[in-house]
């Protein structure tokens, strides 16, 4: 073997797999070593499941003896973030005032994974229900960068970010909101997959913002990615968000790029990034050239109000969502009396400095004066960046920018200024406000931290985002 067990892509070793070179109990012994010997310093997880992921590991190897696997996925060790229930396992969405609750159902997701014969060794940390771009507002301890420990790994999903990238896991599971998979993505060096809203189910994902989130893959190869995303992409009764009319997904990957056109929008290429990022991703704008694609500049017009509006609408989904959590229906509960005081001592004890900003946002946006002058607004440009996106899609095939602005920067660098620690989401929020599909792919290193790649598709087009990706990938192997 020429690398690590754990260290394999999820399609080198489900090869191996079918082959019967190797078992999943060897691929979930690896894994389960690997997080006991670096998860004390790196801390993605916040549960491991060893004895489960063990005994689904040795079903799975019965049902390959038996030439009974279930597909490609049969046997491969994957993570999950804390805010997809896990039936019978405690979903705490990186909150105090969720550190007890256990999951009576597993979610769609989680389900389809299940069926398809994947072995779940734990949940991964996050920031409290996703709310953050570093994994440091986790109520239980910030994850680092397995890069530079001294570094954040990005977030929402830093957790199941830096598990991939330190090899505790062959894939895992993210949600993403406004950038929440390719940030972390990103800044911990893999690839990172956002779906078109609609695509996946968000049925057992615990809800920061409904109209924005999606769950996607994080994985070492856009290969990987896209055998995860054909495992739970599909309509779902239990979402009714879920689209009936998104077409078949069918992987059709190339080796060229010769009739693909690539767009650069000329409003991501100003201030804000730093030389480095933006060599790199020139570096990577010309690897997709030299494949034959044509690189065009584009106008995108409502690019640079895309981050104001996200940061309206976000918050007021948020100050809905958030409602439920009150020390009556939901969660931890600290009592007082009257009943209002029950509710503020609940969330003032349990619930961090980040959540409480964001639902104090959105209720004061949503609050009868100012409707008309925030939320409405708001959904108003929201309709003109998605017509714009329209526009450019006439005109090309994929979108590209960096994927954030810097590299991974330090523990507690921009905690106590959270307009810094909204900006590193100025190139993905657009994508969520659209409904777009979305991959962070990576593309070269400045001081040894990586640099992620931005490609953007149009709706609904995942297979052929994903085959660029792929090429691009390819090209620099």
Not at 77 to 98: E, F, H, W, Y
Not at 358 to 377: E, I, P, W
């Amino acid at each position: 073997m020429s690398k690590p067990l754990n260290e394999l892509t999820i399609t080198e070793a489900s090869d191996l797999l079918e082959s019967g070179d190797v078992s999943s109990l060897d691929l979930t012994t690896a894994c389960l070593d690997c997080i006991k010997e670096m998860d004390g310093a790196i801390h993605a997880f916040l549960d491991v499941f060893e004895q489960d992921a063990i005994d689904a590991a040795n079903r799975s190897d019965g049902r390959r003896a038996k030439g009974a696997a279930e597909g490609p996925l049969d046997g491969i060790p994957l993570a999950i973030k804390d805010n997809m229930l896990v039936q019978g396992k405690r979903c705490t969405a990186g909150s105090q005032i969720l550190s007890t609750h256990v999951a009576a159902s597993d979610a769609t997701v989680v389900r389809k994974l299940r069926d398809a014969g994947a072995v779940f060794l734990g949940k991964t940390n996050m920031d409290e229900f996703a709310m953050g771009s570093s994994t440091e507002q986790s109520a239980y301890g910030p994850t680092k960068n397995p890069h530079d420990m001294e570094r954040v790994p990005g977030g929402s999903s830093g957790g199941s970010a830096a598990a991939v990238a330190s090899h505790m896991c062959l894939g895992a599971f993210g949600s993403d909101t406004g950038g929440s998979i390719r940030q972390p993505a990103a800044l911990c060096g893999i690839v990172g997959f956002k779906p078109t809203y609609g695509r996946v189910s968000r049925s057992g994902l615990v809800a920061m913002a409904s109209s924005l989130d999606q769950i996607g893959p994080m994985t070492t190869s856009v290969e990987d990615a896209a055998l995860l995303f054909e495992a739970i992409h599909g309509v779902d009764p239990q979402d009714q968000t879920t689209s009936t009319d998104a077409p078949a997904f069918v992987p059709a990957w190339r080796d060229d790029l010769t009739d693909v056109r690539v767009g650069l929008p000329r409003q991501a290429w100003g201030e804000g990034m730093t030389d480095e990022v933006r060599d790199s991703v020139m570096a990577g704008v010309e690897a997709l050239k030299e494949l034959g694609a044509t690189v065009v500049d584009v106008d995108l017009p409502y690019a640079d109000e895309a981050l104001a509006v996200y940061y309206l609408l976000m918050p007021c989904e948020v100050s809905a969502n958030l409602a439920r959590f009150d020390g009556m229906r939901f969660g931890l509960r600290n009592e007082g009396v009257p009943l209002f005081e029950t509710y503020a001592a609940t969330r003032a004890a349990h619930l961090g400095p980040e959540a409480r900003r964001r639902v104090l946002l959105g209720t004061y946006a949503l609050s009868r004066g100012y409707y008309d002058a925030y939320y409405l607004k708001a959904k108003k440009v929201q309709t003109r960046i998605r017509a714009a996106y329209e526009q450019a899609f006439r005109d090309v095939d994929v979108l590209v920018t960096p994927t954030t602005p810097t590299t991974a920067f330090r523990l507690g660098e921009k905690l106590s200024d959270p307009l810094a620690m909204y900006l590193e989401d100025i190139f993905t929020v657009g994508v969520n406000v659209a409904g777009l599909p979305a991959l962070s792919l990576p593309c070269g290193k400045s001081a040894g931290l990586p640099i992620g790649m931005h490609l953007v598709g149009s709706w609904f087009r995942e297979a052929d985002l994903l085959a660029v990706g792929r090429a691009f990938e390819s090209s620099r192997t």
